[in-house]
């Protein structure tokens, strides 16, 4: 998951593009904690993680996360 908002500049940006203050990032991280998300933090991880993933996959090496979950960049 890549979120927005998570710094001082972020909110700013947010609140300036779509007229909402971000989620509190405490609040967030919790539900990640609680759901198992791996988390990025730039736009540049979130791309490895994708890279490190099709990798995994078109090796056949089962280490990725289980169950249906899907991406969605927005």
Not at 15 to 43: C, E, P, W, Y
Not at 44 to 72: C, D, H, Q, T
């Amino acid at each position: 998951m890549l979120k927005g908002g998570a710094t001082s500049r972020g909110v700013k940006a947010a609140l300036s593009h779509t007229g909402t203050i971000s989620s509190d990032d405490k609040i967030v991280n919790a539900m990640i904690k609680q759901t198992g998300i791996i988390r990025v933090s730039d736009f540049k991880e979130f791309l490895e993680m994708l890279e490190v993933f099709s990798i995994l996959l078109n090796n056949n090496i089962n280490k990725l996360p289980k169950g249906n979950r899907v991406a969605i960049v927005t």
